[in-house]
């Protein structure tokens, strides 16, 4: 069983919509969340950034954690044609430094 | 610089041979990570710098595999006899101390032929 699970999709949406992406993770020891969003052929690019559980939003986006299920989400309200990339979730546990540790990423296509 | 910079962004690569790819993180950034990224996958950890130091190669699959920093800056990933399943993109990121939010590159597409 891998660390981070994430569906990847591909996930089809009208433009408007309201998006809704997971992760659940198996380590107690994450504490810091993170989306990412990648364009084709881009490296990714940092989304949102949570430490612990609660909700965070910027604009459009929300991101929520729920540490006791282990299981973090990317809402992205108003969806827009340029919000198509794979949106990948990323956590990493206390210590400073350390690695990373990656879902495999969602897919996202929002349809004019 | 105002970014992580990778080259080369493209590698082609006759499968044997070895490949260097470069990274130059953002200035003053003490942590620098390398990533494989395979088709359709998500980023798959390959070694972590801080400093000049190595504290976490983990990720490397196979002893073809090595990476260095020089001057807490620049790092060069390289592969020796390349084969097939090398081909991916390589990804380096970097942070400061103090943060957790970190910054990747564009990415070092290689492929093997």
């Known amino acids: 069983q891998k660390e981070v699970e994430q569906d990847p999709g591909p996930l089809s949406v009208p433009e408007g919509a309201i998006v809704s992406l997971n992760c659940t993770y198996s380590n107690s020891a994450f504490q810091y969340f993170m989306w990412y969003r990648q364009y084709s052929r881009k490296g990714p690019e940092l989304l949102m950034y949570?430490?612990?559980?609660g909700n965070k939003e910027d604009g459009r986006f929300t991101a929520q954690v729920d540490k006791s299920s282990k299981y973090i989400s990317l809402f992205i309200r108003d969806s827009q044609p340029s919000d198509s990339a794979t949106y990948l979730c990323a956590m990493k546990g206390y210590n400073q430094g350390g690695k990373l540790i990656f879902g495999q990423g969602t897919e996202l296509s929002v349809k004019p | 610089g105002a970014g992580v910079s990778q080259s080369p962004s493209n590698k082609v690569t006759e499968k044997g041979k070895d490949v260097e790819l470069r990274c130059d993180p953002i200035?003053?950034?003490?942590?620098l990570y390398w990533y494989r990224q395979s088709l359709g996958q998500g980023l798959e950890f390959l070694i972590y710098?801080?400093?000049?130091?190595?504290?976490?190669k983990s990720g490397l699959p196979s002893d073809r595999f090595s990476a260095e920093r020089t001057g807490g800056s620049v790092s060069t990933l390289t592969i020796q006899r390349t084969q097939q399943e090398d081909s991916a993109v390589y990804l380096c990121a970097s942070t400061t101390l103090g943060t957790n939010t970190i910054y990747f590159g564009e990415g070092s597409w290689l492929t093997v032929v």
């Open positions: 710098f801080q400093g000049n130091s190595a504290p976490d």
């Open positions: 200035s003053g950034h003490t942590a």
């Open positions: 949570t430490y612990s559980s």
